[in-house]
């Protein structure tokens, strides 16, 4: 009798603590409101802040900041009349008035042929020092000139040398005017850029276009020593984020499928992808099959996130989280409240988030008794049969 009044001892002290002790799916509603702040010698220390989803909260997060190009970069159209750089591939054809020139064939016998009055100078690749070889006319600098400038200058030089030469300068491979687009959801190739200015858009269709769901897709723009990453399915949507392209631009497209984490007291805990663009928080709840009857505490619902500290300062100024660029937030939805429904709606997910559901008071108390009654049968049937014998 001793050994049955010590396991009742045991299962009674079980009953008490069992919350802490049980294996469960992740803390309690209350453990995650209480942890917020964790106590340290020097005072309260702040872990993540506690935001209540309401009316106001949506409408604040769906304005909230983004990364933009055109705020970035701004949407200024390129020079209408390129300039020749390094790399470029140019081309002179030199004309004169006569034959017997420089440049033009003597004359015939024939009195039908006066003979060649041009000549075409090899293709010829910017160097270094900006410059290309012309005969008779020596260096020339091209880097940072029109075309038409490089003729005037090479025509200047052959004034006298020549019979009334006429030049042509063309740029037949325009490597400084192009722009790379590059990364898994692209062919992968240096594009020319026109002279009346392309945009975004238009360079990713000479590419090859995007080989990966849109939803998918995001358009990483290098410009100098800044770098801005976006949606490609924003710069679909707003025509204003199609920007033009600069020279020398590198356009990467990066297939980042954007997903969600659906844990705890739910139907299915796993990862579970978009699929669209614009999704809520009741169709990821309904995508992981909705909560538990028995076990899901519907005041708990929580979604778990970094925000900017730009986006936390507009939800809460004097958070002392502000410090760091991406702050710990927990949203958390009462489901209890027909309210809460409705903002489910309107609550848009975000990639990464994690989406948890707490285990009801009662769920925990069931734990602790079905633990109880495991610990105490050995005891009853022991009991029962003591009786028996006697």
Do not use: H
Request: aromatic share 6%; hydrophobic share 45%; glycine share 8%.
């Amino acid at each position: 009798m001793k050994y049955a009044a010590s396991l009742t001892i045991l299962a009674a002290a079980l009953a008490v603590s069992g919350c802490s002790i049980l294996p469960a799916a992740g803390p309690t509603t209350s453990a995650i409101e209480n942890g917020a702040d964790v106590a340290t010698a020097e005072g309260l220390f702040a872990r993540y802040e506690i935001i209540d989803v309401t009316p106001a909260l949506v409408e604040s997060l769906r304005t909230r900041p983004l990364d933009s190009l055109l705020v970035t970069f701004g949407d200024n159209r390129p020079a209408l009349e390129p300039v020749i750089g390094v790399g470029d591939s140019v081309a002179v054809q030199v004309w004169e008035a006569g034959a017997g020139g420089l440049f033009s064939g003597p004359l015939v016998a024939d009195r039908f042929s006066a003979g060649s009055k041009s000549a075409t100078i090899p293709e010829q690749v910017v160097g270094p020092d900006g410059g290309i070889t012309v005969p008779y006319a020596g260096r020339i600098k091209v880097i940072g000139r029109r075309t038409q400038d490089v003729q005037a200058l090479i025509e200047t030089e052959l004034a006298g040398k020549a019979i009334q030469p006429q030049v042509l300068v063309s740029v037949t491979k325009p490597v400084s005017q192009s722009a790379t687009v590059t990364g898994e959801g692209a062919m992968g190739k240096r594009v020319p850029l026109s002279g009346r200015g392309d945009r975004l858009l238009d360079v990713i269709a000479q590419a090859g276009g995007v080989r990966t769901p849109v939803a998918e897709t995001f358009v990483r723009l290098s410009r100098g020593n800044r770098t801005v990453t976006v949606p490609m399915s924003t710069v679909v949507a707003n025509p204003r984020e199609n920007i033009f392209v600069r020279p020398d631009d590198t356009l990467t497209l990066v297939r980042d499928p954007q997903t969600f984490l659906a844990v705890g007291a739910l139907g299915a805990t796993t990862e579970v992808p978009f699929s669209a663009d614009g999704l809520t928080l009741s169709q990821a709840l309904a995508r992981a099959s909705g909560l538990r009857d028995f076990q899901a505490d519907p005041e708990g619902v929580f979604i778990f996130r970094y925000e900017p500290a730009a986006v936390v300062r507009r939800l809460r100024p004097n958070s002392p989280l502000l410090a760091s660029p991406q702050v710990p937030v927990v949203y958390r939805v009462n489901l209890r409240d027909p309210q809460g429904l409705f903002l489910t709606q309107s609550f848009r997910m975000r990639n990464r988030d994690l989406v948890y559901v707490s285990s009801a008071p009662f769920a925990e108390l069931g734990k602790v008794l079905s633990v109880f009654s495991t610990v105490t049968a050995p005891v009853a049937a022991g009991a029962s049969l003591y009786t028996v014998t006697q």
